[in-house]
């Protein structure tokens, strides 16, 4: 398949004013995840958090199961710290994967077409709900190696749904606390984008540049 040049330079000549908004949606999260950890007595840096996880998933990546790499593994927020997922950095939503899955379920965070947790749908395309072309399913079918796709994604989910039961309280007020917590975060958003259209329209409505006309592209041979 050929590389579309101007798409992927119209994508991003458009995504500055949303990078600036997701970043302090991020924020955002970051600090009612510090109010949480505070309000139930432990953090994600704690020693013993760290131990749970390695109890739960060993050093594996808790989807795929894949021995962790140091160049190719992340921190990995089972909901995603996104103003869709509005997952929270408190113990139960925390663990590592590799950036292979993390990336795929990064997509599919966008959508949440199979559950109403980021890490669930994620491991819920086994391949019998959707389209054939869906590239979850995909992914899932190409990186594991077995052929019984559907038993090893229930299996994940068991082993994920029974470590956060060591930490009911915070995954329990996520889950209570989603719907509020979205709604700030997109509220944030839009006001952010408004905020940084307007300022960049008053800050750069003076600027004389002075061109008689538009630059020309440069000849390939010089």
Known sequence: MKFDVSAALKKSTGRAKSDVANKLVSMLLHEISRIACAAGGMTVSDPRYAESVVAAF????????????????????????NRVSVGLHVPGNVAMACKKCNNAKRQDDQHLLLADNGWESFLSHDGRRCASECPTCAYWIGVLAT????????AARIRIQTFQA????????SADARDSLRKRAEKLYRDCQTFATNEITALTSDIQLGFSQGPRPSSPNG
């Open 58 to 81: 060993g050093t594996s990546c808790l989807y795929c199961g894949k021995q962790l790499e140091p160049d190719r593994t992340t921190v990995e927020h089972l909901n995603g710290m």
């Open 166 to 173: 060591q930490y009911q309280q915070f995954v329990q007020w």
């Open 147 to 154: 052929d019984d796709v559907e038993r090893y994604l229930a």
